[in-house]
């Protein structure tokens, strides 16, 4: 059974940083590829970003694009997000998941995903 868990959340100040870590277990990494999204109270889940199964192909929604960086560590099974010059509105909990092609991430169609981590930007 594919499992995911991600940490590195946390409180930070606007125009802060933080590194999001997704680690795999029970599987390899490089057989998926691996989505993260975001969802806030009150509001739609949002796609962020997306790294293809070999790492070749990465995509970002508008809202992070020049801010936030999708990699991944297959010697480590993790899926990392760098995220830089947070604001307000990045306030959410942050899922990183398992997508069996580029279709099933433009719905946000996964098949796993992890428990969440909390990312609150406040002054």
């Known amino acids: 059974q594919v499992q995911l868990v991600e940490s590195g959340g946390g409180l930070v100040q606007p125009g802060g940083s933080l590194r999001l870590s997704c680690a795999a277990s029970?599987?390899?990494?490089?057989?998926?590829?691996i989505g993260w999204f975001r969802q806030a109270p009150g509001k739609e889940r949002e796609g962020i970003s997306y790294i293809s199964r070999l790492g070749t192909s990465k995509n970002y929604a508008e809202s992070v694009k020049g801010r936030f960086t999708i990699s991944k560590d297959n010697a480590k099974n993790t899926v990392y997000l760098q995220m830089n010059i947070l604001k307000p509105e990045d306030t959410a909990v942050y899922y990183c998941?398992?997508?069996?092609?580029?279709?099933?991430?433009?719905?946000?169609?996964?098949?796993?995903r992890g428990q969440g981590t909390q990312v609150t930007v406040s002054s």
């Open positions: 029970r599987f390899t990494l490089d057989n998926y590829a």
């Open positions: 998941a398992t997508f069996p092609n580029w279709g099933s991430w433009s719905r946000l169609d996964f098949d796993s």
